[in-house]
């Protein structure tokens, strides 16, 4: 079965740190670009940052660059988010998600979407 | 930057009716580039729709999805109880992903 379990979140002071990690199973999980998207209480989606397969490629939302850090272990089919300098407004559920890009029709665009999620992880930033 | 305005914020309708529900990108997209997402309280979103039109694995045929350009359109037939959901639009482009602020589909 084709699985994400997110863990490591938990409640940590305004200005702290906190890394998640992204188990991965049932899929070749270093065949994969992956994503970090988050939901604040009561919100809708945000996308948070992006990792290709070898780690060559990385993307970050405005809002977290510079304090957030993606990565993987492909070894260990594991995903990660170094979140630094931690603010209130981090306060969310931090899922990650499976990148697909596919083929499109020839000579068309290929499709880009997130097909597998996980369950989530929630970070609550309060003092 | 894209931006994604979905409408409206809430629908009300009742079992066995047609929702509608619509998302506008601020400049014309590629609609390889657009996907639909179902979210249910407490779960983690779903894959409905990618490529504004193909339905995901799964799902079932009285959801569809159509458009292009800057108007995208999420279409869920015969509603059934289970379909009372969040709906998000979603687009892919120039490193970055942009989510609609969302449709909340309310029984009446």
């Known amino acids: 079965e084709v699985q994400l379990v997110e863990s490591g979140g938990g409640l940590v002071q305004p200005g702290g740190s906190l890394r998640l990690s992204c188990a991965a199973s049932?899929?070749?999980?270093?065949?994969?670009?992956m994503n970090w998207v988050r939901q604040a209480p009561g919100k809708g989606l945000e996308w948070v940052s992006f990792?290709?397969?070898?780690?060559?490629?990385?993307y970050y939302a405005d809002s977290v660059k510079g304090r957030f850090t993606i990565s993987r272990d492909n070894a260990k089919n594991l995903l990660y988010l170094q979140m630094n300098s931690l603010r209130a407004e981090d306060t969310a559920v931090f899922y990650c998600?499976?990148?697909?890009?596919?083929?499109?029709?020839?000579?068309?665009?290929?499709?880009?979407?997130?097909?597998?999620w996980g369950k989530g992880t929630t970070v609550t930033a309060s003092s | 930057e894209i931006v994604l305005t979905q409408s409206p914020g809430t629908l009300s309708l009742s079992p066995g009716e047609r929702a509608t529900l619509s998302c506008r990108a601020s400049q014309s997209v590629s609609g390889s580039r657009l996907a639909w997402y179902q979210q249910t309280p407490g779960q983690a979103p779903r894959l409905l729709i990618y490529g504004a039109s193909k339905r995901a694995t799964g799902i079932p045929d009285r959801f569809g999805g159509s458009g292009s350009g800057t108007d995208f359109t999420l279409t869920i037939n015969r509603l059934e109880p289970e379909d009372f959901a969040m709906y998000y639009c979603q687009h892919y482009g120039s490193s970055l992903y942009s989510f609609g602020q969302g449709t909340r589909l309310e029984i009446k």
């Open positions: 049932g899929f070749t999980f270093s065949s994969y670009s």
């Open positions: 990792i290709s397969p070898s780690s060559s490629s990385t």
């Open positions: 998600a499976r990148v697909r890009i596919t083929p499109g029709a020839p000579n068309d665009d290929s499709y880009y979407y997130m097909d597998v």
